[in-house]
């Protein structure tokens, strides 16, 4: 179904992917508030920021294959359009996402918004260390 | 997995369940960002305005359980927060709104922003006549 959306040779291709970006950005977001309402016990969410999915990239070997000086918002795009690549490819799924997220993620109602950055950003590395394998 | 978060009576709770309106909202961008990528053949998204979802929810008979004065947020929310029950319930699962949202767009590389926003809501408007007997 997704074919022509995900004809890409490697990773580089993937990471400058805008329109990947754009469809990553709805998986991201929608699959983090679902981790987010498992660990708190009460359905919640809400956007990711840029700079937490740049901080979970930055820390991975993906980010070998991007300029150092890539600014928060396009490390951003590279991470959702990865997501993107590994939904469309069905190398990942909603659960398994969710399920991998949920189990980093150290968070309580106390949790300050910055701390919760840092956390999630732990929770994203994690996810695409474990699922480097699968691209190209 | 999902029981706590959908323990609702009736509709209106649902509809005014600010949690699930959160999770919602991801889903929703998420499902019209791929029927929008299926339609015009690239990746694409963006978020779904809540005049949009406002005006899909206003023409179907669930709008009755609303007060008439609700502004587009709330009835947007509404909206979110019955796509959240239904996906939690497993009444619905991504492909089938995503097909469904696909085969009411209209649209192509043309389309304002304006008539798409009417086309779109037509489209959730279907979607969500068609579900209406799974909500309690």
Not at 19 to 35: E, I, Q, T, W
Not at 98 to 107: A, G, P, R
């Amino acid at each position: 179904m997704w074919e022509t959306f995900v004809d890409h040779e490697n990773v580089e291709s993937i990471m400058h992917d805008k329109g990947l970006a754009k469809v990553g950005d709805g998986l991201v977001n929608f699959c983090y508030s679902l981790a987010k309402s498992l660990v708190l016990g009460y359905a919640t969410g809400e956007k990711v920021r840029d700079s937490v999915l740049a901080r979970a990239i930055r820390s991975t070997s993906v980010y070998t294959h991007m300029n150092r000086r890539t600014d928060a918002g396009r490390a951003g795009d590279a991470y959702e359009a990865i997501m993107a690549y590994l939904w469309m490819t069905e190398k990942i799924s909603i659960s398994n996402m969710v399920d991998s997220l949920s189990k980093s993620l150290n968070i309580d109602r106390t949790t300050s918004r910055k701390k919760e950055g840092m956390i999630a950003a732990l929770a994203f590395q994690k996810f695409l260390e474990n699922n480097i394998e699968h691209l190209p």
